[in-house]
């Protein structure tokens, strides 16, 4: 089974940067292999509801990043295939950047079948 | 590219069944096979239970079923469980794309 871990979530000051970890494992019994999957981001801030931020698909699929508006420009989401581990880099970051952000791995273009347990991101100064 | 408009809250018995819709624009639902529903209850990561409009991941009730009209998709449940209270949240690849969530709606057991 294929499971999700995301790391690197903490207290940063506004206009800081933080980088998120995404590492991925299981695959040994699975049908999927790591480079083989599109990851997302997913952020959901104190009592609201998901937002997506961003997905990377597949090196073989061109290994192209969308975003979201609120995000484009100071987001970049990355991967490392070698150590199945996804990255999402944030810069100058703002207050409404603060939110448990959630890794995710899509099981078709539309669909994210496996998530992460969340890690938290505040900003504050 | 604004959020998908959902229900804010819906409630039903034991046993009932229910629907939440989920309203979006040409460039989103009514453009997109690419519809999801998710399940979160507090405190946890969300489910994924319908993909592509209407298919269900392997181990997913068959309570649980979606549906597309235009730009409106209906996520239903059937027979109504206290374990189903929670979140659900719709999702919709766009023309750019990119994906956008529903608002949530909070299902509510009698």
């Known amino acids: 089974e294929v499971q999700l871990v995301e790391s690197g979530g903490g207290l940063v000051k506004p206009g800081g940067s933080l980088r998120l970890s995404c590492a991925a494992s299981?695959?040994?019994?699975?049908?999927?292999?790591?480079?083989?999957?599109?990851m997302s981001w997913v952020r959901q801030a104190p009592g609201k509801g998901l937002e997506w931020i961003g997905r990377?698909?597949?090196?073989?699929?061109?290994?192209?990043?969308d975003y979201a508006a609120p995000v484009k420009g100071r987001f970049t989401i990355s991967r490392d295939d070698s150590k199945s581990t996804v990255y999402l880099q944030m810069n100058s970051l703002k207050t409404e950047d603060t939110a448990i952000y959630y890794c995710?791995?899509?099981?078709?273009?539309?669909?994210?079948?496996?998530w992460g347990q969340g890690t938290t991101v505040i900003v504050s100064s | 590219q604004s959020a998908l408009t959902q229900p804010a809250s819906v409630s039903g018995s034991p046993g009932q069944s229910i629907s939440i819709s989920c309203t979006g624009a040409?460039?989103?639902?009514?453009?997109?096979?690419?519809v999801s529903w998710y399940q979160q209850h507090p405190g946890k990561a969300p489910k994924l239970l319908i993909y592509?409009?209407?298919n269900r991941p392997s181990g997913v009730s068959n309570r649980f079923s979606g549906s597309k009209s235009g730009n409106t998709a209906s996520l239903a449940i059937s027979g109504l469980q206290a374990e189903d209270e929670a979140d659900y949240y719709c999702?919709?690849?766009?023309?750019?794309?990119?994906?956008?969530f529903g608002g949530g709606t909070k299902l509510t057991v009698l």
């Open positions: 299981g695959f040994a019994a699975s049908q999927f292999t790591f480079s083989n999957l599109w």
């Open positions: 990377i698909i597949s090196k073989s699929g061109g290994g192209t990043t």
């Open positions: 995710s791995s899509h099981i078709v273009a539309g669909a994210m079948g496996v």
């Open positions: 592509d409009v209407s």
């Open positions: 040409s460039s989103d639902v009514a453009a997109s096979d690419y």
């Open positions: 999702c919709s690849y766009t023309t750019s794309s990119t994906l956008v």
